[in-house]
Each structure stands twice: as structure tokens, then as C-alpha cells.
């Protein structure tokens, strides 16, 4: 999820754990990246995941958030993703990278 999407117009505190996201990324619209396959590196190697499709924010977003949370993340709560391969992410700067499209068989 992108961290500009983050509705602070609801709750200034928002953060990972009300949105239930596993990454937050600053300056990358993820959700623009749906099947491609993209890396992370936060230091210790390259991590490939496929972005596979849009993760729709639920009404429990309305219950940790705050009212009108769910409709303001729609279309931009981020994306599930796959791990394609192994490593380690860490709290940070880290650098991205789109390395193509997403062959779906």
C-alpha cells in the first residue's frame, strides 16, 4: 500500500496495523503495478513479488479507522501480491523496481 493513500483525513494516527497491509511503501502507486512483477531491496537483496490484484478495503477499515475509511481506500488499499523468491525486507529505505510483466499461465 502507498502511504499517501493512507486516509489521515479520517484519523491522523492511521498506520499498518489499522489497514492490515504487510508493506507500506512512500513515493510508488503500487496499485498502478497489477501484473507486473516488482522487487523490493530495503538492503540485504532484491525481493521479486507479482502483483496480482487490488485488495478492496472492508468495513472493518470504518471500525479502526474511522467512519468513510473504507470508501476512501477504495481503489487505493494496495494490491496482494506472491513472493517469488526469498529474502529479507527491512524498516526503511528501500529500493524498487518493476521488472516486467506478469505471465499468467
Known amino acids: 500500500m502507498a502511504e499517501e493513500n493512507l486516509p489521515t483525513h479520517i484519523d491522523p494516527t492511521v498506520g499498518l496495523q489499522q489497514t492490515r497491509r504487510n508493506i507500506l511503501l512512500r513515493g510508488v502507486d503500487i496499485d498502478a503495478y497489477i501484473d507486473r512483477i516488482v522487487e523490493l531491496n530495503s538492503g540485504d537483496g532484491p525481493i521479486a513479488f507479482a502483483v496480482n490484484h487490488a485488495a478492496r478495503?472492508?468495513?472493518?477499515?470504518?471500525?479502526?479507522?474511522?467512519?468513510?475509511?473504507?470508501?476512501?481506500?477504495r481503489g487505493k488499499?494496495?494490491?496482494?501480491?506472491?513472493?517469488?523468491?526469498?529474502?529479507?525486507?527491512?524498516v526503511g529505505k528501500a529500493d524498487f523496481r518493476v521488472v516486467g510483466p506478469l505471465e499468467r499461465h
Open 77 to 90: 488499499g494496495g494490491v496482494r501480491c506472491t513472493p517469488l523468491s526469498d529474502g529479507v525486507l527491512r
Open 57 to 73: 478495503p472492508c468495513a472493518w477499515m470504518d471500525t479502526v479507522i474511522g467512519p468513510g475509511a473504507q470508501r476512501a481506500l
